[in-house]
């Protein structure tokens, strides 16, 4: 039987300060935190870099899409919300209530499912294009959170 061959004294020791080296380095990364990440993180290749999409749509109209004949009550109140109605007009915000037999609801039915909250941009043809929906809120504060995510408003 065949000794396995070791390596000399001399061959592994030639091998610790290559060892030491990457532990310094992988101390000099963890103890930059920080301030070291930023740098590497311009090293890497695109795709790993994550996306963060912060599209608004300040400009958007909000239409209602629903059949009125089954309107959900809480929605019925939040409609009939003064003070909500008044802080949408005071920030601007253009909104409709659209039944989803009305013929010039066609097209958003074709494009979303009633009942449902669209947020809607007038494109340069006259056409609208949807760029966000949401369900039909349940109250004035639902509609609000839905507007600041979609419309920044």
């Given at each position: 039987?065949?000794?396995?061959?070791?390596?000399?004294?001399?061959?592994?020791?030639?091998?610790?300060?290559?060892?030491?080296?990457?532990?310094?380095?992988?101390?000099?990364?963890?103890?930059?935190?920080?301030?070291?990440?930023?740098?590497?993180?311009?090293?890497?290749?695109?795709?790993?870099?994550?996306?963060?999409?912060?599209?608004?749509?300040?400009?958007?109209?909000?239409?209602?899409?629903?059949?009125?004949?089954?309107?959900?009550?809480?929605f019925a109140v939040t409609m009939t919300n003064q003070k909500f109605l008044d802080s949408l007009a005071a920030r601007d915000i253009?909104?409709?209530?659209?039944?989803?037999?009305?013929?010039?609801?066609?097209?958003?039915?074709?494009?979303?499912?009633?009942?449902?909250?669209?947020?809607?941009?007038?494109?340069?043809?006259?056409?609208?294009?949807?760029?966000?929906?949401?369900?039909?809120?349940?109250?004035?504060?639902?509609?609000?959170?839905?507007?600041?995510?979609?419309?920044?408003?």
């Open positions: 039987m065949t000794p396995i061959a070791t390596p000399s004294k001399s061959k592994r020791s030639a091998l610790v300060p290559i060892f030491i080296a990457c532990i310094g380095a992988v101390l000099i990364v963890i103890g930059s935190g920080s301030q070291l990440l930023p740098t590497l993180r311009g090293w890497l290749p695109d795709s790993l870099t994550p996306i963060i999409v912060t599209t608004k749509y300040p400009e958007a109209q909000v239409v209602w899409l629903e059949e009125s004949a089954d309107r959900d009550p809480d253009k909104w409709r209530i659209i039944d989803d037999d009305q013929p010039e609801a066609a097209e958003l039915v074709k494009l979303a499912t009633s009942p449902a909250m669209l947020f809607v941009v007038k494109q340069a043809t006259g056409e609208f294009k949807i760029v966000g929906t949401k369900p039909i809120p349940k109250s004035s504060k639902e509609a609000n959170e839905a507007i600041a995510e979609v419309m920044g408003k």
